[in-house]
Nanobody
Framework: QVQLVQAGGGSVQAGGSLRLSCAAS????????MGWFRQTPGKEREGVAH????????YYADSVKGRFTISQDNAKGTVYLQMNSLKPEDTAIYFC???????????????????WGQGTQVTVSS
């Protein structure tokens, strides 16, 4: 059974940094996508970044490009999201996701993923 356990997050002032982690167990790491999404009340889950765990260039949403960095530790089966220069509009619950339900699905879309972490709150104050 695949489990994704998130850590990190919290509250920070604008301009600050936070790092999220997502540790995968029961997952064939290195052969599929893992991604980070965020959600605010009343809105759909928004793709932030994703990476193919077997290697390749990561993807970033325009809203976070240049500020957020997704990385992975293959040995630990863990994906990270380093968030710098945080803005109040980055405030959201952040979720990690793993494994596309179908290899043809778009990894930028939340509906594409089978497994989800528990979510963690990120709050950025002005």
């Amino acid at each position: 059974q695949v489990q994704l356990v998130q850590a990190g997050g919290g509250s920070v002032q604008a301009g600050g940094s936070l790092r999220l982690s997502c540790a995968a167990s029961g997952y064939t790491y290195g052969s599929d996508y893992m991604g980070w999404f965020r959600q605010t009340p009343g809105k759909e889950r928004e793709g932030v970044a994703h990476i193919y765990t077997g290697g390749g260039s990561p993807y970033y949403a325009d809203s976070v490009k240049g500020r957020f960095t997704i990385s992975q530790d293959n040995a630990k089966g863990t994906v990270y999201l380093q968030m710098n220069s945080l803005k109040p509009e980055d405030t959201a619950i952040y979720f990690c996701a793993a494994e596309l339900a179908n290899s043809a699905y778009d990894p930028r879309e939340a509906e594409s993923y089978l497994y989800w972490g528990q979510g963690t709150q990120v709050t950025v104050s002005s």
